[in-house]
């Protein structure tokens, strides 16, 4: 069932679970990449997230005519070499009361060959290739926030950043990390489904370590 039809009280309670998803990247050297919706410091379920659904048409940046095959969880796509990043506010409607309605916005990007932040909410690498990382918005670092590191082995643990934005993240294994940030807007924003009061960005980065 899709949230434009659940009751005012089904979507309040909705909500937490709209918000605990996110879209996150992954990609094998040059290969395709392929987006996710779902929960990522948990175990994917066969056949991908019961919300995947929801994930239609994710936008790339820059911006790319490529084809996108919907497979068993994920969306497949081509993409140049180097880092992937892609975004997307259509992946649930919005919801609340209709003077009070939430939205939400999710950006993701794949790789840390790249040290510069493009998106409007981004987790970039300070230095190409490198484990310290800076949380950007609207361009500008944000101190003080919380970056969940979800690490191969679905090992989680929460570290805030510093006054300059940045932190560095606990490498314990070999393999892909998932970086996880959220930001709530209560001034509201303008989304791809219309305005919203309140607007929650989700911006994620995966790298692979050696």
Do not use: C
């Not at 990522?40 to 056949?47: I, M, Q, R, V």
């Not at 484990?131 to 919380?146: H, L, M, N, S, W």
């Not at 805030?160 to 934005?165: L, Y």
């Not at 314990?172 to 924003?189: S, V």
């Amino acid at each position: 069932m899709t949230l434009r039809y659940l009751t005012p009280l089904a979507l309040i309670l909705a909500a937490p679970a709209v918000q605990a998803h996110e879209v996150w990247i992954e990609r094998e050297g040059n290969g395709p990449a392929r987006i996710y919706l779902g929960e990522p410091g948990e175990k994917l379920p066969d056949g991908g997230d019961p919300e995947f659904h929801h994930l239609k048409s994710p936008k790339l940046l820059p911006a790319s005519n490529a084809a996108m095959t919907r497979k068993a969880g994920y969306l497949e796509v081509a993409a140049p070499a180097g880092d992937v990043r892609a975004h997307d506010d259509t992946v649930f409607a919005p919801w609340g009361p209709d003077d009070k309605k939430e939205g939400v916005a999710y950006f993701a990007r794949a790789g840390r060959s790249d040290a510069k932040a493009t998106l409007p909410f981004e987790i970039a690498p300070v230095s190409a290739g490198g484990d310290r990382f800076v949380v950007v918005r609207d361009g500008k670092p944000v101190a003080d926030t919380e970056v969940t590191v979800v690490s191969p082995d679905k090992w989680t643990k929460a570290v805030k950043t510093d006054a300059q934005g940045t932190l560095t993240v606990p490498l314990r294994d070999k393999g892909r990390y998932i970086l996880i940030a959220n930001h709530k807007d209560e001034a509201g924003g303008e989304t791809s489904l219309g305005k919203v009061a309140v607007l929650h960005s989700i911006t994620t980065t995966t790298f692979v370590a050696d």
